[in-house]
T-cell receptor, first 113, second 109 residues
């Protein structure tokens, strides 16, 4: 595809529900990143993949957050037992390799009621 | 980890005015980007500029890596320039890509 795509664009969940957010990176990009953006703030790093290997998950806020990229392309960010503080925009980015220019998807806006 | 400061936090301009946005890093970075986040939340790439100077139309950017800062220049501003401008950077020795808090720009007609 021409750019990074994410789905769904909007997700409303009741507190305690599990959610799964999908990211399709730019074809051929080795590196994939997930970020969380709270209202009025800059994005914050969550986790990083190089191909299928999750090399850094230091930004994941709790063990309720889990990310995978099993075939080195599409990635899924899963949040278990959602809490109200999980409400945010979740952004995915990809780059040819780690320190190259990152390109961002449109984000998924998660609202937990 | 790296700390990123941006100034000013808010900026209001009349259409046609010029402006300079600044980004300071607490440590050296070897990848640095400027983004414009539009009202729909999309992060639009402006510049990938770990060092040196680049220009793209009315926008230009300069990074002085040895002094750990970068500047974004907007000339002849237009209402469509409104939004939040972020800088972000990292280092290839394991430092994650860190965003600044952003500069919110409003260009009035």
């Amino acid at each position: 595809g021409a750019g990074v795509s994410q789905s769904p664009r909007y997700k409303v969940a009741k507190r305690g529900q599990d959610v799964a957010l999908r990211c399709d990176p730019i074809s051929g990009h080795v590196s994939l990143f997930w970020y969380q953006q709270a209202l009025g703030q800059g994005p914050e790093f969550l986790t990083y993949f190089q191909n299928e290997a999750q090399l850094d998950k230091s930004g994941l806020p709790s063990d309720r957050f889990f990310a995978e990229r099993p075939e080195g392309s599409v990635s899924t960010l899963k949040i278990q037992r959602t809490q109200q503080e999980d409400s945010a925009v979740y952004l995915c980015a990809s780059s040819f390799k780690r320190d190259n220019e990152q390109f961002f998807g449109p984000g998924t806006r998660l609202t937990v009621l | 980890g790296i700390q990123v400061e941006q100034s000013p936090p808010d900026l209001i301009l009349q259409e046609g005015a010029n402006s300079t946005l600044r980004c300071n890093f607490s440590d050296s970075v070897n990848n640095l980007q400027w983004f414009h986040q539009n009202p729909w939340g999309q992060l639009i790439n402006l510049f990938y500029i770990p060092s040196g100077t680049k220009q793209n139309g009315r926008l230009s950017a300069t990074t002085v890596a040895t002094e750990r800062y970068s500047l974004l220049y907007i000339s002849s501003s237009q209402t469509t320039d409104s939004g939040v401008y972020f800088c972000a950077g990292g280092h290839n020795y394991g430092q994650n890509f860190v965003f600044g808090p952003g500069t919110r720009l409003s260009v009035l007609p």
